[in-house]
C-alpha cells in the first residue's frame, strides 16, 4: 500500500480526531468522573498516575492493538477478521456505559467520515454496533494514512479528552493539564511502536479499578458526562 504524503496523512487525523468532528468524544469521562467524585484524583501526580495505568495497562493499550490489527485486516481485504475484531473490542467492554462510549462513537465516526470512504463500510456494519478504535483504524487504512501515526493519533485524542475532564473537573489548571500532555509524549511513542507489531496475544488489561469506577458511573446519581 502506498501511503499519504505525512501534511495529508496530518490533516486528515487532525480533523477525525478533532473535537469538532461530530464523535462526541467530550461528552465522556471514561469513568474519571466517579474517580473525581470520590476524590481519587485531587491533584496532578494523581492525574497522571491514572492516565499512566490507562494508558500502559488500561483500555487505551486493548484499544490500539484492536486497531493496529483492524489497519491490518483493511489493508489485506480481509473482511471477515475485520468484523471479529469488532465483535471482540465490543466483548471486551466491561460495562454498559463504556459499550456505549465506543459503539455510539464509532457508529458517530463511520456516519461523519462519509467523504473519506465510509460508505464500504456501512453495509458491513450497518446492523451492528461498531466500536470507536475500529472504525478509526478502517478508515486511517482506506485512506492510507500510516499505521504508526493513526496510533499515535488516537492515543493523543484520548489522552487529551481525559486531560480536559480533568481540567474541568479536579480541577486542574492549564498550566497542570498541558504538562501531563508533555510528559505523556515518549509514553505514546513508544505505545504506538508496540502497538503496530502486536498480535492477540498482547491483549489484557489490569485496571480493574478503573473498570469499576466506570461500572460505579452507571449508578451516579450527579453526573457532567455519559460514561
Known amino acids: 500500500m502506498n501511503e499519504v504524503a505525512p501534511t495529508t496523512a496530518l490533516l486528515k487525523l487532525m480533523t477525525w480526531l478533532s473535537p469538532s468532528f461530530p464523535t462526541g468524544a467530550f461528552a465522556y469521562s471514561h469513568g ?7 476524590e481519587l ?5 494523581d492525574a497522571e ?4 495505568d ?6 487505551l493499550w486493548n484499544d490500539l492493538v484492536l486497531a493496529s490489527l483492524s489497519w491490518k485486516a483493511v489493508t ?3 473482511n471477515l477478521f475485520l468484523g471479529q475484531l469488532n465483535e471482540l473490542a465490543l466483548a471486551l467492554c466491561p460495562g454498559e456505559e463504556r459499550f456505549l462510549e465506543t459503539s455510539l462513537q464509532g457508529d458517530a465516526f463511520l456516519k461523519a467520515a462519509k467523504p473519506w470512504g465510509s460508505k464500504k463500510f456501512s453495509l458491513q456494519f450497518d446492523s451492528a454496533d461498531l466500536a470507536y478504535p475500529i472504525a478509526v483504524a478502517a478508515i486511517a487504512a482506506t485512506n492510507r494514512v500510516p499505521l504508526i501515526v493513526t496510533l499515535a493519533a488516537y492515543q493523543h485524542s484520548f489522552c487529551a479528552n481525559l486531560v480536559s475532564v480533568m481540567m474541568r473537573l479536579v480541577p486542574l489548571g ?3 493539564g498541558m504538562q501531563i500532555l508533555a510528559d505523556l509524549e515518549p509514553h505514546l511513542t513508544e505505545l504506538s511502536k508496540r502497538a503496530a507489531t502486536a498480535s492477540l496475544d498482547d491483549l489484557g488489561s489490569a485496571t480493574l479499578h478503573g473498570d469499576f469506577l466506570a461500572i ?12
Not at 474519571?32 to 470520590?38: K, N, T, V
Not at 458511573?217 to 453526573?223: D, L, V
Open 174 to 176: 492549564q498550566t497542570d
Open 54 to 59: 490507562l494508558v500502559h495497562t488500561g483500555s
Open 41 to 45: 484524583i485531587t491533584c496532578r501526580s
Open 216 to 227: 460505579a458511573h452507571e449508578h451516579q446519581h450527579t453526573r457532567i458526562f455519559r460514561s
Open 49 to 52: 498516575e491514572y492516565l499512566h
Open 76 to 78: 489485506q481485504e480481509d
Open 32 to 38: 474519571l468522573e466517579s474517580a473525581i467524585q470520590r
